[in-house]
């Protein structure tokens, strides 16, 4: 998602889909807003990935989001496609993370 906004040259009206309730009702619920304002925080402690919330903000405000939440590994053709698409950047990622770690040049 952050990618997707990040590609984005000028603002955009925007409808994203979503099998995360924790990143759509973060949005539409207000959550994202309060953890701002209490600096990255919720009542019990610290939120998840502060920093990919802090990437989204500005991409938030520059362009007109709107999320919908679709349930996850349902018929949905879209889900579906998306899911295969993270399952096979994840594995490549593994994949390479593996090769460096064999060839001795894995830095984390």
């Not at 952050?2 to 889909?17: D, G, K, Q, T, Y």
């Not at 759509?24 to 019990?44: C, D, E, M, Y």
């Not at 502060?50 to 362009?63: E, G, I, S, Y």
Request: charged share 25%; hydrophobic share 40%.
């Amino acid at each position: 998602m952050i990618s997707a906004l990040e590609a984005l040259r000028e603002p955009c009206a925007v409808e994203l889909f979503s099998d995360s309730q924790y990143v759509t009702n973060a949005i539409n619920l207000g959550w994202l807003a309060s953890w701002r304002r209490r600096g990255w925080q919720h009542r019990g402690g610290d939120i998840k990935n502060p920093d990919l919330w802090q990437r989204l903000v500005p991409l938030l405000d520059k362009h007109s989001v709107t999320m919908t939440w679709v349930k996850g590994h349902a018929d949905s053709e879209y889900n579906i496609r998306c899911d295969e698409l993270a399952t096979a950047a994840r594995d490549e990622y593994v994949g390479l993370e593996a090769a460096a770690i064999m060839s001795g040049k894995y830095e984390k």
